[in-house]
């Protein structure tokens, strides 16, 4: 019995091998690995919710526009484009070379239209798809199920909105946007999430859910370099799906992986210093990348109008909250210095609108006397947060302690959290938001009023008549240095109705394998592979 156990075990080690080098281990080819530990259910672009697909989508899909890494809006499938002066209609010039991959589903090389744009976005819409995109369309007019997207002709595309929205364009550039064509959908039907045929730099070749993803390159990839060069310049992209990330850290000092993002709390001792700087022994082998991340970090209170403290003591409540924390020393001792301490508003360091002073610096006096004056002593905070966050929420609780409050940590699996926090079941929560496109109003617009959870992500129930009228007057705004002061004004108002407790603004943190060069790094940690080059 034990005999058979080892043949089996040998055989299924052979067949990894035999799998790994008839895929992405070709002698001679240039090849970037990186390892998913969340693991990836579809390529299908409609889908791409979270940083896992959309990294993988990136390298197969293209959208209208999309940001540098200055987040800069640049042209993509689009060359140009003209907004009327209502800001309600939006006309983009196609390229008209742009092919999609050469497929099986294709009898002769077929070129990007217009219409693939209207059918594509129309997929993004249509409810039978479910596509956790569609928020990204609702600006636009529409009348019923039919959208205001048009095909002018082959290569000019236009779309309608219902009223004025200035971060419309940027939306654009998300992966649910990317184009599609009709002849893969229809062929491959349902199979189309594992078998994805899009205009990118890098075409499918193989997938074994579980185990392995691997992407080749395009050779008819439209985007060249400064001096004419055909981007990319890799050969493939693999993807392994090792759930366990300290093997996986172990697989990457190895050199089996080329790329890591961000740092489990297991190993960024191992490291970093803890002042966030790469450890010596790693300087030959690693590249340490980092810049802001377009990321906040903070707890939520659920604002109950039937809170028995009523609005003027809980708002004390909350302000007192916020002043506690000790956000530097909770940097240093829990992430070795990764991140900006979070004492501006909900705007993150890197966007227009952010400012450092508005939000709570480390005040234990004032904390203290807010306590005594509202009569808060030995008030009960009920904390939710999940394993990954449970060290920030026990230094926390221990923070509000000092002040005469008492705190219960409660840890929970991520789904159960996001179903209580949206039902209005927990009164204190951990939270942060991530950049779905690079404008304050991304942020801002998850505490309008008109937002609430379930139906909206104000899982706060945050809600201010002042806050809501600005929201309506920046959205009305097409100038940016303009909209900006609206931004910042609400952020400010929120600030000191104290609906969050912001901790830190994160940072992307990159490992990179010394022999990749210019991957290069962006505030949304976009994974674009399109000028990255291997060597020795």
Known sequence: MMRRGWIGLLLLVMLAASCSQRHDDDEGLAIFKYNEAAGIVSLDPIYAKDVAHIWVCNQVFNSLVAFDDEMNLVPMVAKSWDISEDGLVYTFHLRDDVYFHNDTCFKTPRCVTAQDFVYSFNRVVDKKTNSPGLWIFSSVKHDGDQYAFTALDDTTFQIELSKPFPPFLGILSMTYASVVPHEAVEYYGDDFRSHPVGTGPFKFQYWK?????????????????????????????SVSFLIDKQVAFLEFIKGKFDFMSGIDARYKDELLTYDGQLRKKYEDKIQLITEPYLNTEYFSFYIDPNDPLGPDRSRALRQAVSLCIDREKMLRYLRNGIGEPGTGGLIPVGLPGYSPTIGYGYDLKRAQQLVAENHLEGHMLQLSTVADYADIGKFVQSQVEQIGLQCKMEVMPPATLRSMKANGSLPF????????????????????????????????????????????????????????????????????????????????????????????????????????????
């Not at 859910?209 to 992209?237: H, Q, S, T």
Request: hydrophobic residues 35%.
């Open 429 to 536: 929560f951990r939270s942060s938001w991530v950049a779905d496109y690079p404008d304050a109003e991304n942020y801002l617009s998850t505490f309008t009023t008109a937002n609430f959870a379930p139906s909206g992500p104000n899982y706060t129930h945050y809600s201010n008549p002042k806050f809501d009228q600005l929201y309506d007057k920046a959205m009305a705004c097409n100038d940016l240095a303009e909209r900006t002061k609206y931004y910042t004004e609400m952020d400010s108002l929120m600030m000191r109705d104290a609906p969050v407790v912001v901790l830190f603004y994160d940072e992307v943190l990159r490992f990179v394998n010394k022999r990749v060069k210019d991957l290069g790094s962006n505030p949304t940690n976009l994974l674009d592979l399109r000028r990255v080059r291997i060597g020795d």
């Open 209 to 237: 859910e579980g185990v392995k993803l691997v992407f080749r390159k395009n050779p008819d990839y439209f985007e060249r370099d400064e001096a004419g060069e055909r981007l990319p310049y890799i050969d493939a992209v």
